[in-house]
């Protein structure tokens, strides 16, 4: 039988705040983290998104010394308290998951000729040495799935005897080629993102970072990892499947590893871009998956969409509704705008809780599932 795996502690950075508990007071109060903002790219073109505040972030980074990008600022501080909380020595049997999608590109325009300051493994390793970890990071970078399947990752490393610990860092920052790259596929809402409404326009852009301890050890664990499970359907470079092939088979090897039926899933923590096509395409599957009536939310319209790191964040958030026995309300949502009838969460309510879903999917045909419950 595999060998149990739990998360334990948890953190973030995002505009609503620099841990979970902020965080989750903000979403409470359904407060947004999305705004206009302008002169962010070199066209000075507005643009809504959920950009983390650079003087606030500052004051909160005391490190001197070695130069840190902003997104470095945002990993490190995310981080930082997992590890002292965790109270282990970093040898070799503890690991360092790193989940991003494009990483320090921004070190790209002042010296476009040289590509080591935005290589990943380089930004990776730097977290790495910040802390002294004696092992070699490991890179997850999966489109947008990343963040969730760096926990899979971890989970499995674990269970084969790797690792006994893995702590999972994901961070992803708004930048002008990040910008460029999702108005080049008319992506872009020109208004905060709205998921699943009849009125959605597209995603709206966000950054943010999440760190969370993946350990075998049961003491002060928050949830044990039930199942997970990845398919890819290879569909299109960009246009999610829209039958919901992968997202589907992804939900089925989760359940079946947790050895759970659909009734015995309490909340739904989804993806919900807000694009016209992924939506749809969510809602296809979980009607597939026999789905359809449970609790649904896409905290897209808190944080806008962090890219590698939504999905770390997203569960650090879903871990709090089960702790906290409270359902959040899918900011944005309004109207119903995809073909298959799905339940989602119109108000905060208090509601018992055991298990939830957490589901990505991503460019190039990638998603990911993880069933996660509450530890008593």
Do not use: W, Y
């Given at each position: 039988m595999p060998k149990p795996v739990y998360i334990a502690q948890t953190n973030c950075i995002t505009p609503l705040g620099f841990d979970v508990d902020s965080n989750v007071e903000q979403i409470l109060?359904?407060?947004?983290?999305?705004?206009?903002?302008?002169?962010?790219?070199?066209?000075?073109?507005?643009?809504?998104?959920?950009i983390v505040d650079e003087q606030k972030l500052d004051q909160a980074f005391q490190s001197a010394g070695t130069?840190?990008?902003?997104?470095?600022?945002?990993?490190?501080?995310?981080?930082?308290?997992?590890?002292?909380?965790?109270?282990?020595?970093?040898?070799?049997?503890?690991?360092?998951?790193?989940?991003?999608?494009?990483?320090n590109i921004t070190e790209l325009e002042e010296n476009y000729t040289n590509v080591e300051p935005a290589q990943l493994s380089g930004?990776?390793?730097?977290?790495?040495?910040?802390?002294?970890?004696?092992?070699?990071?490991?890179?997850?970078?999966?489109?947008?799935?990343?963040?969730i399947m760096a926990v899979s990752v971890a989970k499995r490393l674990i269970q084969a005897e790797v690792y006994k610990h893995v702590f999972v860092v994901a961070g992803d920052a708004v930048t002008e080629f990040v910008v460029s790259g999702f108005n080049s596929f008319q992506a872009m809402s020109d208004a905060p993102c709205k998921p699943y409404s009849k009125n959605r326009t597209g995603v709206t852009l966000g950054e943010a970072a999440a760190a969370v301890l993946v350990t075998s050890d049961p003491a002060n664990a928050k949830v044990k990892i039930l199942g997970d499970g990845s398919v890819n359907d290879a569909?299109?470079?960009?246009?999610?499947?829209?039958?919901?092939?992968?997202?589907?088979?992804?939900?089925?090897?989760a359940m079946e590893e947790a050895k759970i039926a659909p009734g015995q899933i309490d909340y739904i923590s989804a993806h919900g871009t807000a694009t016209p096509f992924n939506d749809e395409?969510?809602?296809?599957?979980?009607?597939?998956?026999?789905?359809?009536?449970?609790?649904?939310?896409?905290l897209k319209g808190y944080y806008g969409h962090t890219l590698g790191a939504s999905g770390l964040l997203e569960t650090v958030i879903g871990i709090e509704s089960l702790l906290r026995n409270q359902l959040f309300v899918s900011l944005g949502y309004d109207e119903s705008g995809v073909s298959e009838p799905i339940n989602i969460i119109e108000e905060n309510q208090d509601k018992p809780l055991t298990r939830f879903l957490k589901t990505a999917s991503g460019f190039g045909g990638c998603n990911t599932a993880v069933v996660f419950e509450k530890v008593n």
């Open positions: 109060d359904k407060v947004s983290g999305i705004a206009l903002h302008q002169n962010l790219t070199k066209s000075g073109t507005a643009f809504h998104a959920a130069h840190f990008t902003k997104l470095e600022k945002m990993l490190l501080l995310a981080l930082q308290p997992v590890i002292q909380d965790a109270g282990i020595a970093l040898d070799r049997e503890v690991a360092l998951i790193f989940s991003t999608t494009k990483g930004l990776a390793q730097k977290i790495a040495d910040f802390f002294g970890f004696k092992t070699q990071p490991i890179v997850i970078s999966n489109a947008c799935v990343s963040g569909n299109h470079i960009s246009g999610p499947s829209r039958t919901g092939e992968g997202l589907f088979r992804s939900v089925a090897s395409m969510e809602s296809i599957a979980f009607s597939r998956s026999g789905l359809s009536t449970v609790p649904l939310n896409s």
